[in-house]
């Protein structure tokens, strides 16, 4: 445990905050291991509907510990190598699982967005921006490629011209800039961040979650699918869809005319 990753489960959602803002939230080693471990509890607990990622402070997360790194310099080529092999493999089932569980994994950025952090924002399903978030793919500014999964989400995302360019150049991109690129789901109106954040979370919270879970994995698997397959997946999913309670609650309500209470389930 660390005092660098904060979660706090309540009302089905489950809030991890990273917590060095003297450092702008930049990842350590530390943070890296009890994101994983963070992440990979809440995917296995039935009472967490929502997963909201966020950063204390001023800024969401200025990507890695860059100024770590300068112990590793000191090693040989071939040390170094062996080093970052391993250290970012380990930081996959992170984003694995972030794909694969059935809750949505909703990102709230202020300020800074960097770096790992950049990767990190692509890889959830939602985000929401304030008026002041500002991305990059800084990579290039060490004379480094992406890792976290970065190059995966960015030019599906943007298109692969677009992303090179954001990858190759690593400018700064307002929030506005964002979500005309489709980086971003919305941006907040000044001042508002939180109380649209928690609008969107609660909707997600009180929305059926099986449901919720087959819409990313069809969403997810379409760039990859032929049509007959997509088609299959989505007739499997609906069925297991309408196996479920919170689906007979759907019905009822729409046929009663009220709003469902989704259990979930």
């Given amino acids: 445990m660390t005092d660098q990753l904060l979660v706090e489960k309540s009302g089905g959602i489950a809030r991890i905050t990273f917590n060095r803002p003297e450092a702008r939230n930049a990842v350590s080693v530390e943070m890296r291991t009890a994101l994983i471990d963070a992440m990979l509890a809440v995917e296995q607990d039935d009472s967490i509907r929502c997963v909201v990622l966020s950063g204390a402070g001023k800024h969401f997360m200025a990507g890695g510990d860059v100024k770590s790194f300068a112990e590793l310099a000191k090693l040989e080529p071939q040390e170094r190598r062996s080093h970052f092999v391993k250290r970012i493999h380990t930081i996959q089932p992170l984003l694995i699982a972030m794909q694969r569980m059935n809750k949505p994994v909703v990102c709230v950025v202020q300020e800074a967005a960097v770096g790992f952090g950049f990767s990190l924002a692509m890889a959830c399903d939602l985000v929401i921006a304030g008026s002041d978030a500002r991305f990059a793919c800084s990579y290039i500014g060490i004379g480094t ?12 995302l943007v298109g ?106």
Wanted: glycine share 8%; net charge negative; proline share 4%.
């Fill in 160 to 265: 692969l011209k677009r992303a090179m360019e954001i990858a190759m150049l690593g400018d700064m991109i307002d929030a506005p800039t964002a979500l005309a690129m489709g980086l971003v789901n919305r941006v907040a109106v000044e001042g508002a961040l939180e109380t649209e954040a928690e609008a969107m979370i609660q909707r997600l919270a009180n929305a059926p979650t099986i449901g919720l879970g087959h819409i990313k994995r069809l969403l997810y698997a379409s760039a990859d699918n032929s049509l007959q397959a997509q088609m299959s997946m989505e007739a499997q999913s609906f069925a297991e869809c309408a196996a479920t309670e919170d689906w007979v609650e759907g019905v009822t309500a729409f046929t009663e005319k009220r709003k469902p209470k989704f259990r979930g389930c």
């Fill in 145 to 156: 490629s992406p890792d976290g999964s970065g190059s995966y989400y960015l030019p599906q």
